[in-house]
């Protein structure tokens, strides 16, 4: 536990590195950054921790843009990477206990991603509503990419293998993880949808009914 006076300010700025196609990371607040910000950690003494990030906003085309999204996202998971450690162990117990998340649950999940995908890839030219999810779904990626340089590595990660996949904690993460705990606040509706295991299948006899309120978006 921090001390009530331990309050502590990292600056983070990312630049995207195109021999990579990916970010390398400088320990100061640099506003020509693709994204910079500061990451505060018990605040003011509060106990609570406060990421202040921005992107540029002078952008010249679509892919510059998205590439600022993915920046920012980046920095996010790096900034908080061990934060986000903490805090999924916490919500993978609330929603699923000591079972694994349900296969139907996944399932759903990853047919969930590739349709937004999809929708995103082909209407978001035309339309801002999916050019909106478009750059959502960018950001969401570029937070993954940042925990893993953050506090993983390129070995620790797993391919999408299902029911192969270890979901119990971070060791080994892949984007379904953090898919996870993207749709935390609708995990347990799906999760007794489908009847799967975990602390919410306690929850199914309270109610005459059901309604997924988020079957694609």
Partial sequence: ???????????????????????????????????????????????WNYLDAHAQDEVSSVDVHLQYMRALGFLEGYATCNTIKTFYGNFYSAVFGTDRPGVQTLAFLRENYKWLNQMAEENAATDNYWYTIHSTLTQLNGVFEGYVKGCSSDEAVRANTGLDTEFMTLDHP?????????????????????????????IAPKHSHVTILCLHV
Avoid: C
Wanted: proline residues 3%; negative net charge.
């Fill in 174 to 202: 892949t984007l379904e993880h953090f898919l996870l705990m993207n749709a935390w606040g609708d995990l347990y509706q799906i999760t007794v949808k489908f009847m799967e295991p975990g602390k919410v299948r306690n």
């Fill in 1 to 47: 536990v921090l001390a009530q006076n331990s309050s502590t300010v990292t600056p983070i700025s990312v630049f995207f590195n195109a021999n990579t196609n990916s970010f390398d990371v400088k320990e100061a607040y640099d506003t020509s950054a693709d994204a910079y910000g500061n990451y505060y950690q018990n605040l003011e003494g509060g106990y």
